[in-house]
């Protein structure tokens, strides 16, 4: 019996998720945070780290929280949002109405709660983009990555979307990693 493959979905236009991705950090930050999130232009030009063995990586100051939430479904991919901690700190300040003692008080847990919650609401709008767009899919669950200096590696095969923010004089990054699923 010939086995047969099914077909893959065509690459996602990087004019699609470019636009989506400013769209939803746009529209979280402001509802949630009252925050205007501007794109940079461009990468800044230290934004790669590493060799060229190894994958380039968004550069922000360290120490990091990242954020990150996959979706599956006719559409894989994960989104990671890159926070400088001192930038993930307002964010969970302002978020949770805590000052820099009460935050201080909670330690990580707050801050990765809320970093996580605002992955996924940027993450779920879109995901509801792609679902409009045909590529039905489900989201995960919130992860939390800290620490400095560390590789986030595509998918293999994976198309592969950096793209930086402003945001109250910090730098916020989304890497966003796509593949063809079911």
Request: charged share 15%.
């Given at each position: ?122 993450v779920g709008s879109f995901k509801n983009c792609l679902c409009d767009a045909g590529y039905p899919c489900k989201l995960t669950i919130p ?10 590696e595509p998918i293999s095969h994976a198309q592969r979307h950096v793209y930086y923010f402003q945001c109250h004089g910090h730098q916020m ?10």
């Open positions: 019996m010939p086995t047969t493959t099914a077909p893959t979905a065509a690459p996602i236009a990087e004019t699609f998720v470019r636009e989506n991705i400013i769209r939803a950090i746009g529209d979280v930050f402001q509802t949630m945070l009252g925050y205007g999130v501007q794109p940079a232009a461009a990468a800044p030009p230290d934004s790669a780290v590493g060799s060229s063995s190894r994958p380039s990586v968004p550069a922000i100051p360290a120490p990091l929280v990242v954020g990150t939430v996959g979706f599956i479904g006719k559409l894989n991919g994960l989104i990671y949002l890159y926070f400088d901690e001192s930038l993930a700190l307002r964010c969970t300040g302002d978020m949770l109405c805590m000052g820099e003692l009460e935050l201080a008080e909670t330690g990580a847990e707050s801050v990765n709660d809320a970093i996580g919650e605002l992955t996924n609401m940027v992860s939390i990555l800290r620490g400095s200096n560390f590789c986030v990054v989304a890497d966003i990693h796509l593949k063809s699923g079911e």
